[in-house]
């Protein structure tokens, strides 16, 4: 699946939980802004725990645009990313 902030890659696993990978390239920006996007990436993912499907493998790849965005643009795309792809349970 893919939106302007980053692209996610899903893969049913057997382990009866899901577990999350974050890719940030270095052509996005230095240290400090590939950090930041990763911390913002996985508090939206935190916050929203609770209500993905469990036993999944999802990869968030960082996109060129993610730089400009602020916290709640990620976990809005986030969210409407997994409930396109049916892992978003109420």
Do not use: Q
């Amino acid at each position: 699946m893919v939106c302007p902030l980053f692209s996610m890659y899903i893969k049913k696993n057997k382990i009866g939980y899901s577990r999350f990978g974050i890719s940030v390239s270095k052509k996005i920006g230095k240290s400090v802004v590939r950090n930041k996007i990763k911390r913002r990436i996985k508090e939206a993912l935190r916050k929203n725990y609770s209500n993905i499907k469990p036993g999944y493998d999802i990869v968030i790849s960082a996109r060129k645009d993610i730089s400009i965005a602020d916290f709640h643009e990620i976990e809005k795309n986030i969210v409407e990313l997994l409930k396109n792809t049916d892992l978003w349970v109420e």
